[in-house]
């Protein structure tokens, strides 16, 4: 018996978490062949809670923007939902009817359920190209939390209570999903659920380690599985793999070492060497099949493969699918060749999202230049999934924030090729969707829109604040698609008049007027901090520290604000050192929302004399709470900040030579 619990008003709006509950059981009984263990599941909708869901066996905590699902929600909150309860369902066996033996293996819990959540959510909507978004959001998160020196292993010693919730993160979650997804790939999804259903039928009703998995995956596969994953499991970090091309000979000179965002290893750090699947595609053979791909492993330092199709092959690409948890450093000439692949539309959206998430996070370290991504804009923006435009998103906006607050000539013009990019694609796309679109379409209209209003195209700005004025006047008659909610109400703040930061703060309190679904009424809440008025930001940070917004929301109005424009973090900060105590009262000391909290504050800096005053301001504090997330987030500063000094000259040569063509500053 499966139920889902919520207060009677609201019964409508569970409807869909219902439905979806009963459909996650039944794939999970049939991937596990395992019934479910108890009498009953409930699914409980809760007002307040510190995670997006609690897995208590046969009584699971949501939050309510988790549950209630309705037609006017937004498509991407939709599949977060199925993804969710997919996660916490996967629980009831993987973590309740076996459960880790201790928290260092934590990984082996949440790793297990967050690749099964995708694994579920890719079964029921084949459509949503899930895994493909995985590798824009949680796979970058984890690769990119794991770049830093302050990381660590995914199976970790504790060194605490308060040590526990920290290691609720994006290595735990992402990397341990990564790893999942990367042996299975390896093994066969066949091969490696036999194995699982083996590991739970041996360990139910008890404990189990990272151990037991391996020994289990290794009699159902005949593998070495625990010799393969040794180094993932134990060590921190993951490799570079830097390919030397000799085109003329068709082969590959391979060689791994440590990746590091703040640049190359010592020789202390880069001593482990990786068990790392090569997948390695060309033009000579059809990337649309997994069964050419070449699946052998670099299992030293230094290794050699042969291109498929030898001498006559145009392009090569590594870890295919982006299966493999690694990054891959092209020559320039096999980056060239690439971006003609590309422009030709030879690869796979997520084989491009691959080399694109890999050259920004190079750039950044300093592996290659900032120009040389620069030049392939033009080919990746050929490239229709929403997921490839999204993480140039990604990257004009970091480049923006960290360039914005150096020079006035460079902010301007950054903001005009994002321009450039976005504003021609939301022209294209349009407002409307269409019956036609799909959801990968829809997703791109969405991320095109928002995009080229922050980089001030004129037209969208003027239509999005007239839209929102006729919502605001006339409830009834929601003259946008509910996709488009959140994007008006922040171009609305951002850009219109002033008194639009009051009427969001309306449309939050008093949702039911505009018939706003919960999570547009959380993107009222966060579009408060989109304005760029410093008077209206404090005025917005009292107000989120009122009772008007629970403390779990907090973080939400905080991450709006420090990335809505290149001044706000300033504003955050300041605001943050005068009521620090306020906030640690009102999350309390050891909470984990407090790390999250002061992770975003500081995260988005990039001097290192931001670094530097805010390690000599926390100095003093009691921070046993943030102990992990405090050292990592002045790491990403520091990279930052001498990405900038590294990449200056190089950046501002590149924009200058395109001067004459930009007619629009
Ligand atoms: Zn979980």
Redesign the pocket.
Known sequence: MCRVYTPAADIEKVRFSLETAVRVLEHLVAMFQYEYPLPKLDLVAVPELEAGGM?NWGLVLFRTVRLFITPQTSLWIRQKAVYVIA??LS?QWFGNLVTMAWWDDLWL??GF?TWIGIYITDQLYPEWKRWDHFAIEDRQAALSADSLRSSHPIQVTIKGSADIDQVFDSITYYKGCALIRMLSAFLGIEQFMTGVRAYLRAHEYSTATTRDLWSALECASGQDVAQMMHSWTTHVGYPVVTVDDDFVKGRLLLRQTRYLHSGRPTAEEDRVVWWVPLGLISSATAAESSSCVVHEALTNRNGSVEIPGGSTARWFKLNYDNAGLYRVCYSRAALQHLACAIKQGELRTVDVVGILNDMVALVTSGYIRTTALLDMIESFQSASGYVVWQILGYFIESLYLTWANRSDYLRERIRYLARSMFAPKAKELGWKHRAEDGPLVARLRAISIPRAAWAGDPNIIAHACKLFADFYEHPENKPFHHDFTASVFEIAVRSGPPENHDRVRQMYERSHHWHLSEDHRMAALGAMSCTRDEKLMWQTLEYALSDKVLSQDLNIVIGFMVSSNYESKHVLWRWFCENYQRVVERLGECSALLGHVVGTVIGEFATASMANEIEAWFADKHTAAFDRTLPQSLEFVRVRAAWYHRDKDDVLKWFQSRDDSVSLL
């Open positions: 897995e996660h916490e629980h819990n949440e359920a």
